[in-house]
C-alpha cells in the first residue's frame, strides 16, 4: 500500500518551501508518486512478487489525479481515513486485513530510489518476523510491514520526529514482536534531503540506463530544481 498525498500546491513539500516554490514542490512530489507507483509495479513483475498494490489516498480518492493513477498504473484506491499518520496507517491495515491479506506493506512515496529487492526483502522478512521496519536516516520509518493488526504500534507516537523508529521498536519490543528491519534510506523532507538526493541523481545518471535508480521524470526534475537553487543563493 502506497500512502500518497494529492500533488496540491501548499498542501505538500511545505518543508521544502521556501527556497522551492508551491508549484515545484508540488511537482516534485507527483514525481515522487507516479515513481512510487511505477517501481511497486516493476518490482511486482521483475521480482515475480505476488502482491496486489493499493494506493491510500489524501485528502480523497475521488480527486482527478488520483482516478487517473487508478486508471494507468492498475491500482486501486482507498481512502486515508484518521486525524493523524498513526491513525491513518492503523485504518489502512485495517482495512486490508479485513480483506483476507496475510501480509500488508506501507510504503512512502519520498523514497523514488528505492531498490526493487527492498520490496522482496520485506515480504520475505515477514514470512518469519511479526513486524519489518524501514528504517529512514531521520529517526522515522519509510516501509513497515504486517501481519495482523497490531493498533498499538501507532498509538501515542510523536509523528514527524526523530523519536518515531525509537518509540515504535519499544512498543515492538514490549509487545513480543519478532522485529526485522531493512536497510536504512533517506527519505526526503528538508533540504539538505533534497541535496542529497539531487547529488545521487547526478551520480545515478552516469550509470548505464539498465542500471538507473531514477526515472527520467524525477532525474529531469532534480536537475531542473538544482539549477534554481543555484541561481537563488
Known amino acids: 500500500m502506497i500512502f500518497a498525498k494529492a500533488p496540491v500546491p501548499g498542501q505538500v513539500k511545505t518543508r521544502l518551501s521556501p527556497p522551492l516554490t508551491p508549484d515545484e514542490a508540488a511537482t516534485l512530489h507527483g514525481s515522487f508518486v507516479l515513481d512510487t507507483l511505477e517501481r511497486t509495479k516493476l518490482a511486482a513483475s521483475k521480482l515475480k512478487l505476488p502482491i496486489d498494490r493499493y494506493l491510500a489516498c489524501a485528502p480523497s480518492s475521488t480527486l482527478v489525479f488520483f482516478q487517473i493513477m487508478e486508471e494507468r498504473q492498475s491500482v486501486k484506491l482507498i481512502d486515508q481515513v484518521g486525524d493523524d499518520l498513526g491513525t491513518r496507517m492503523r485504518q489502512a491495515f485495517d482495512s486490508l486485513f479485513v480483506k483476507g491479506y496475510q501480509r500488508v506493506l506501507i510504503v512512502g512515496t519520498d523514497v523514488p530510489s528505492l531498490p526493487l529487492e527492498h520490496y522482496q526483502q520485506a515480504l520475505a522478512l515477514l514470512e518469519t518476523n511479526d513486524l519489518v521496519l524501514g528504517p529512514a536516516l531521520d ?95
Open 139 to 233: 529517526g522515522g520509518y519509510y516501509l513497515i510491514g504486517l501481519k495482523r493488526p497490531v493498533p498499538e504500534l501507532f498509538a501515542d507516537i510523536p509523528w514527524s520526529t526523530d523519536r518515531v523508529l525509537a518509540l515504535t521498536l519499544e512498543k515492538a519490543t514490549a509487545l513480543g514482536l519478532k522485529t526485522a528491519c531493512l536497510p536504512e534510506w533517506r527519505d526526503v523532507d528538508t533540504i539538505d534531503d533534497l541535496q542529497a538526493l539531487i547529488e545521487a541523481s547526478l551520480l545515478d545518471a552516469k550509470k548505464p540506463k539498465n542500471e538507473q535508480a531514477f526515472s527520467s521524470r524525477t532525474a529531469g526534475a532534480l536537475q531542473f530544481i538544482g539549477k534554481k537553487l543555484r541561481s537563488r543563493v
